[in-house]
């Protein structure tokens, strides 16, 4: 398109928009080009506003554009030139739906892939001619006129919906990163909230109110996919400190597992995992889709490969750059599991990949890593294989620090002396750091009860109390932190235990599947490590569970039991941990019964779990007296299943160790001494790893080498009702 056509197109629109053809150019040559490239096929506009005119600053949207942009390219195909972006100052209204028309509107043809983001704030509003108050989009300028502030400039809902049913293809999925409804008191949080609070009197631009008038008269063509950081309206979009960047919670996750994902996988399965991370980032935000009821199935049913196009293998990152040396690369790490990436150690490995596969020749070590970006060595070289940008590379080698500990944030809302005292009680607890919130990355908040201040409790990072850790009224400060020393334990042993999650890295071939059975039988979901599985496999499977898979909730009085297959040609040895209501550890403690010489003597003895190859085991057996049964009250329950070539002494001794006496009676029991149980894990894993460590000259000392051959660790959260 000649720059004097593409003037003329977008003037008619820019009219309607209140934008003047001189300020729509100061943006730059870069989005004409992007705009007047001919016969596009995969569009994109991110939009992503830290800061803002008058209300406080958010801190992740530009890193969320950068998370978009980056799984864009390298994962599903799209265009540099085709990704236009628009953040801070240049996202005012007029500019997003200028944008919206052009680089959409007048390019897309049927059968396009169009992609919108949008992370920033947004509110509600009252318009005049509807009694309930709108939900709106709130863009960088958000007073249209400075001289009154009661004219609001924002972006409705509604006008983005029909914009994106307006386009001529059925390809159009839209990630809303924000939402509504802001809360009027705030709980001890280490999360920013992207709501703003509704305006009173405040009135809608009449440019928009037009603008939404004019859209109405069209027809809409498709049902657009819209994914949302909340399900509920009451939700809140939360945005937090992460491994050096901040970025929002919803779209950090969902990046995460796009990178990872296989072509088969549903947009329910994609959600199911999504609130699963989420879970693990301190955040009990639902993600969900904006849609009516009648296409809602229709819209869950939906695969990846369908909307945003065939994907690449599934990876942990890209090849950005290649240094002038030729060993030296630097790596783009968007597909590390979100609880993984604040951990993830120099000398962990990484192999590239090709169109057949895994090039295992090809290895590159990391020497350093700042947030997402990584330097990386080129160790061994495949010379069939050109070393390129914009390569993807899988994880072979993960090397954890032994020292982590639990890092909990100290609410600003506590007095000065307050936090003085909590700061030293915490430096008298191994393992455990107090930080002040929003320095740095927390797991959990000490703060005040909002109900009654002169009480202490421990808090997830979006601010729900966690049970039974308030204390009494008028308690000291040092006495509420030395309290909870035993809650800090479970709390670590559920964090190393989450870092061992490996689902879309291992090259391990094994499937679980958590089931209801007996009169009403069920799955609840099914994990699988899907780098093991051919792509008509993997499509298989995800079509014939894809049913249940969002479906994490279970009925008090369910007979439960988990079926693992071992698909791998070696004999795996498994273990199951978890945590109950962020509270309690718990384990399944597999028993034996010994005989003594004395007939009348028995002994009871915790034993290997082992599946051989291509075999199939329930846990625990279904016999009346190992059933799993679960009991009230309503609880959510987090499970770590893990599997390993390797068995698990280290973690049996640890056990055993425990000496618990109800779990003679259940299969699943509570867990004692759940943190030396987690570092028996992690060293289970790191002596699996015996090739690699002989490899990785001076880690094993100070670190757990693990390697992706030889474990799987799947995470399963669901809620017991």
Known sequence: MKRRTFLQRIGSILAILGVTEAEWLTLGNHYYQALAQPNLRKLALLIGINQYQKIPSLSGCLTDVELQRELLMYRFGFQGSDILTLTEEQASREFIEAAFLDHFGKQA??????????????????LEMLSEAQNALVPASENQVAQDEKIVNY???????LLLRSLPTDKVIAVLDTSYNAPTTVQPTGLRIRARQELEAAQLAAQELEFLKQLKTQDSKFNPLILTATSEPKQLAREALLSGLSAGLFTYALTQYLWETTPATTIQVVLSHVSSSLHKLGSKQQPGLLSNQKNLRQLEMLNVASVLGQPNNGAEGTVT???EDGKTVHLWLGGLPTQVLEYYGVNSRFALVTAEGLAQETSLQVRSRAGLTAKAQVISVDGKIPLEVGQLVQET??????????????????????????????????????????EQPADY??????????????????????????????????????????????????????????????????????????????????????????????????????????????????????????????????????LKNNKTGVAFYPWTTLQETNIS????????????????????QTTTASEW??????????????????????????????????TDQQPIGSLLNSLEVAQAL???????????????NGTAADSYVLDVNNWASFSFNFQVM
């Open 321 to 323: 750059a290649i240094e």
């Open 629 to 662: 049964v679960v009991s009230g009250p309503a609880f959510f329950c987090e499970h770590q299943l893990i599997l390993c070539t390797h068995p698990f002494d280290e973690t049996l001794a640890a056990l055993y160790a425990a000496k618990n006496p109800t």
């Open 601 to 620: 003597d028995t002994k009871q003895l915790l034993t290997q779990v082992v599946i051989p190859p291509g075999e199939t085991l329930t846990l625990p």
């Open 682 to 696: 992690l060293q289970d894993l790191h002596n699996a790893a015996t090739t690699v460590k002989a490899e990785i």
């Open 445 to 578: 908040i000490f703060g005040k009860l909002q109900q009654t201040p002169s009480r202490y409790g421990l808090f997830s990072l979006d601010g729900e109390l966690i049970s039974n850790t308030s204390g009494e009224i008028g308690e000291a400060v040092k006495l509420a932190v030395q309290r909870l020393t035993p809650k800090f334990q479970t709390l670590l042993a559920a964090k190393l235990w989450r870092l061992t999650e490996n689902e879309g890295s291992s090259r391990l071939a094994v499937q679980a599947t958590l089931e209801i059975f007996g009169v009403s039988p069920r799955i609840v979901m099914q994990r699988e490590t899907v780098r093991t599985l051919s792509a008509e496999t993997s499509m298989s499977k995800s079509l014939k569970t894809q049913h249940s898979e969002s479906t994490a909730v279970v009925p008090i009085g369910s007979r439960m039991q988990y079926r693992v297959q071992n698909q791998s040609d070696r004999p795996v040895y498994l273990m199951l941990l978890g």
């Open 155 to 161: 972006l409705l809902e509604e006008t983005l919906l």
């Open 109 to 126: 043809k049927p059968g396009d892939v169009v992609f919108f983001h949008f992370s920033g704030y947004g509110t509600r509003i009252k």
């Open 397 to 438: 080698v993960r090397v954890l620090p032994r020292n982590i500990g639990l890092v909990v944030a100290l609410d600003n809302q506590l007095e000065r002396i307050e936090r003085v005292d909590a700061t030293s009680a915490f430096a008298t607890i191994a393992h455990v750091s107090g930080v002040v919130a929003g």
